[in-house]
């Protein structure tokens, strides 16, 4: 008896390893019918006819956000289309996309993009997509946005479900969350709604929400169950602290509600814990505030890093007081863009006093282009508008990145803002390419129910840094920029507590578990460990990760990284 279930249990796992390699387009077609689709890279119809009018439009909008999110194979930062490992890509020339001397036709490979995508409508075709992994091998990415810093929505090999057709959005005067005794006003949407259309949204009907800084990010997918960070986190605070309910499917097959009320430790776990790893989220509730009136100030010059330290030296000065004043915006170089929905137009002079004379200082001191407005918004779409006009995030190249979140602490003692400010000029001379982002939920204290490393509440600024590589680098080229970011990040991370972002951190970030989650991580896995057992979800650096799953085979390893 014994010998016969030692025997038929070897069998199972061979038969399993057999169907893993081996998940045929027809097997995925047989079951998903017209909502599957194979893998093709977002540049191959460049590699299989230059001047077809698909890709005329491809290299017209290479480096547009938008038209990638709209296309399963694209992914913003290009990396994430590639396999670091192999080389394997099918990328342009972001420099001049109209380069055909650049593209070798024979040289298209999927590398990181998924073999197999499914276009996710409703819950059932997720369940059914489980269930098929379960009984095929095949591993399962969720591909909202394809915006993951860290290649979460990308892998090979995978099969994908993509949710970015899940488009619904209605406004709720007193919604209740399932099992739950008070009602709020709230906007209910489909997974793949993006920022672009929930601030309309939200503008149409009057309303407030939350939401980040680049309008084709994911209002519902990894932006939300990581964080979710906004220029109006300090005041209303993350993502995170907004939502009131998720529609899910399980890993077990479970459709399932998770809110304050029931499947509450799902309800912890999905509101920081990160995406890709808990289920598939279907659909999300937030709550919607009552509108805002804005009062801004834009200051932007030219000038030498010298003018830019006289700025970050003034906001490192005022970082704790513009905090407790309500302000919440972004600094980079040569550029000051924040906004408070807490002062009136004179308290916002006062308050800004300090950046009025920074402005004239930096004139005496031969910066040019100053340039300094005030104003006052009557609403938050308003504002953005203006703003995103002029701050448009790169989209279409390789780009890593890594960030810090930066305490309270530093802003404490004349030392300590000292060395912040060194620190991160130290890191500029690294990375030129600094944002200071003030989206910490610095005043917002939040239920005590998020997973989110604590430390943001106890942050005034998000620290990122970016370096990039050509279209056509070597492996050498690619991990020297992962250790470049990382390098300048280490400027910061001697001066302040180990924490970090989840969503916009290190890609090969030392200690991530303490530094993405703090003390929330155990609490984190055993979650993860109730609803996802076998282990069906994985993903780069998320809550229960095995490091060993060869869908990683495209990150570069510890040892390529040490060398
Ligand atoms: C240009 C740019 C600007 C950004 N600005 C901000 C900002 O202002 N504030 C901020 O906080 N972050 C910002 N980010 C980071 C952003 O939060 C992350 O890139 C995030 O992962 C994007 O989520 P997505 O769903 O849009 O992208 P995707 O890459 O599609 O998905 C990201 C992760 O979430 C998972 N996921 C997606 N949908 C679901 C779902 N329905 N159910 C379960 N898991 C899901 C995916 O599997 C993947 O692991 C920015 C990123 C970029 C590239
Ligand atoms: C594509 O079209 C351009 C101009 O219309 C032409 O000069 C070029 O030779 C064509 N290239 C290919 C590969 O057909
Ligand atoms: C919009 O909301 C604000 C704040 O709740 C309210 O004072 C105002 O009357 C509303 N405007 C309209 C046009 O409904
Ligand atoms: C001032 O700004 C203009 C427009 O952005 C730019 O072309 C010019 O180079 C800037 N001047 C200097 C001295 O940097
Ligand atoms: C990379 O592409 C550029 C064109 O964008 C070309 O000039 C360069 O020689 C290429 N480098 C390698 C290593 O192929």
């Known amino acids: 008896m014994k010998t016969g279930l030692v025997f038929s249990l070897s069998l199972i796992s061979t038969l399993t390893a057999t169907a893993r390699a081996t998940v045929s387009w027809d097997q995925v077609r047989a079951k998903f019918g017209d909502s599957a689709s194979q893998g093709r890279p977002y540049s191959k119809p460049c590699y299989d006819s230059w001047n077809s009018s698909e890709c005329v439009s491809i290299r017209d909008n290479y480096l547009l956000a938008a038209p990638r999110t709209t296309n399963a194979g694209a992914r913003i930062q290009t990396q994430w289309e590639t396999c670091h490992t192999t080389g394997e890509q099918c990328l342009l020339d972001f420099t001049n996309p109209n380069n055909r001397g650049a593209v070798d036709s024979s040289r298209c490979a999927l590398g990181s993009v998924p073999k197999y995508f499914i276009d996710v409508r409703n819950h059932k075709q997720v369940q059914e997509a489980f269930h098929f992994s379960r009984n095929t091998g095949i591993p399962i990415v969720i591909d909202n946005t394809g915006h993951d810093y860290k290649g979460r929505s990308s892998g090979p090999g995978t099969l994908a479900l993509w949710t970015h057709n899940l488009q619904d959005i209605s406004l709720d005067d007193a919604f209740v969350a399932e099992g739950c005794p008070a009602s709020y006003q709230a906007v209910t949407m489909g997974a793949g709604v993006q920022f672009s259309k929930l601030y309309a949204f939200a503008e149409a009907n009057n309303v407030t929400v939350v939401g980040g800084s680049d309008a084709s990010v994911g209002a519902s997918g990894g932006w939300l169950m990581g964080g979710g960070h906004g220029a109006l986190s300090n005041t209303l605070g993350l993502g995170v602290d907004r939502v009131l309910q998720f529609k899910i499917v399980t890993p077990d097959g479970k459709y ?169 000029v130290a890191a500029y001379h690294v990375t030129p390419r600094m944002i200071l982002l003030a989206t910490a939920p610095a005043s917002f204290a939040g239920d005590g129910q998020t997973s989110v490393t604590e430390a943001w509440r106890d942050s005034i600024y998000h620290i990122t840094a970016v370096s990039s590589w050509q279209w056509n680098a070597t492996k050498v080229d690619k991990l020297a920029g992962y250790k470049r970011v990382s390098q300048s990040i280490d400027n910061l991370r001697k001066i302040t507590p180990d924490a970090a972002y989840s969503n916009e951190c290190d890609v090969y970030e030392p200690n991530h578990e303490e530094t993405l989650w703090g003390s929330n991580y155990r609490k984190l896995l055993a979650v993860k460990r109730k609803y996802d057992p076998d282990h069906l979800l994985d993903c780069w650096h998320c809550v229960g990760w095995d490091k060993n799953s060869p869908r990683f085979r495209c990150y570069f390893s510890e040892e390529e990284l040490q060398a």
């Not at 029931?262 to 912890?268: I, T, V």
């Not at 407790?324 to 308050?351: H, Q, R, V």
């Open 256 to 424: 399932r509600t998770a809110n304050a009320c029931q499947n509450k430790d799902l309800f912890f776990a999905l509101r920081g814990g990160g995406g890709g790893t808990f289920g598939v989220v279907l659909e999300t509730t937030i709550k919607a505030s009552p509108q805002v009136t804005l009062q801004a100030v834009f200051l932007t010059f030219s000038g030498t890093i010298e003018h830019t330290k006289e700025l970050w030296s003034v906001m490192i000065d005022n970082g704790l007081k513009w905090a407790e004043e309500g302000w919440g915006g972004y600094s980079t170089f040569g550029a000051f863009i924040y906004i408070t929905p807490l002062l009136t137009p004179c308290e916002a002079d006062e308050s800004m006093k300090p950046i009025a004379q920074l402005g004239e200082r930096l004139k005496a001191q031969g910066a040019t282009n100053v340039s300094l407005v005030q104003a006052q918004f009557d609403s938050w779409l308003q504002w953005y508008s203006v703003f995103s006009k002029a701050n448009k995030a790169m989209s279409g190249v390789s780009l890593p990145l890594a960030s810090r979140l930066i305490n309270k602490g530093s802003f404490k003692t004349e030392e300590s803002r000292e060395a912040l400010l060194e620190a991160l």
